[in-house]
T-cell receptor, first 115, second 110 residues
Framework: DAGVIQSPRHEVTEMGQEVTLRCKPI?????LFWYRQTMMRGLELLIY????????DSGMPEDRFSAKMPNASFSTLKIQPSEPRDSAVYFC?????????????FGPGTRLLVL | GDSVTQMEGPVTLSEEAFLTINCTYT??????LFWYVQYPGEGLQLLLK?????DKGSNKGFEATYRKETTSFHLEKGSVQVSDSAVYFC?????????FGKGTKLTVNP
């Protein structure tokens, strides 16, 4: 299995531009998570989906952020308009619901820099 | 909701030294407990886990025991290697979510 795939790996954009991050979870996994990692705030859960349905988006910082999962093999996280404080590493993770011990598998992350 | 307090780093050790990274958590029930590791430039990966009281998770020479009475899940390794240099995250599981600590950066010098 290829693991969780994220693209792009690096993104540099200017303030005000739209940014779209992409994630392909592991085949057969029914949970998908988006995280943001910064030095100041550590690792934060932004949103997660179960069977393509958003379950908890309480971590989404503001209306500029949106996430979709149109099918079981693809999800996007969009920032519009982007701001310098959005600079971070964004991780996608997936898991399968087999009980309380189930592991989340992380992608390599997208490093976003907003100038 | 659950919360986790993790030993602040950075931690710098010499090769073959003993490692302990403390982790305590608060939870309403008895969550499964995880340690994840993040090597430089990579995503997080599972290091070990424990699902109930007194369970011991182990992997790559690392161990952690689920202590219900002290709500702790301290990570230990008897003899660290340079290749263990990474950031370590403790995470109790709350429903389907992992609640991550702030991470402890470990540097092992030869």
């Amino acid at each position: 299995d290829a693991g969780v795939i994220q693209s792009p790996r690096h993104e540099v954009t200017e303030m005000g531009q739209e940014v779209t991050l992409r994630c392909k979870p592991i085949s057969g996994h029914d949970y998908l998570f988006w995280y943001r990692q910064t030095m100041m705030r550590g690792l934060e859960l932004l949103i997660y989906f179960n069977n393509n349905v958003p379950i908890d988006d309480s971590g989404m910082p503001e209306d500029r952020f949106s996430a979709k999962m149109p099918n079981a093999s693809f999800s996007t996280l969009k920032i519009q308009p982007s701001e310098p404080r959005d600079s971070a590493v964004y991780f996608c993770a997936s898991s399968i619901n087999r009980g309380a011990s189930e592991t989340q598998y992380f992608g390599p992350g997208t490093r976003l820099l907003v100038l | 909701g659950d919360s986790v307090t993790q030993m602040e780093g950075p931690v710098t050790l010499s090769e073959e030294a003993f490692l302990t990274i403390n982790c305590t958590y608060t939870a309403t029930g008895y969550p499964s407990l995880f340690w994840y590791v993040q090597y430089p430039g990579e995503g997080l990966q599972l290091l070990l886990k424990a699902t109930k009281a007194d369970d011991k998770g182990s992997n790559k020479g690392f161990e952690a025991t689920y202590r219900k009475e002290t709500t702790s899940f301290h990570l230990e390794k008897g003899s660290v290697q340079v290749s263990d240099s990474a950031v370590y995250f403790c995470a109790p599981r709350e429903a389907e979510k992992l609640v991550f600590g702030k991470g402890t950066k470990l540097t092992v010098n030869p």
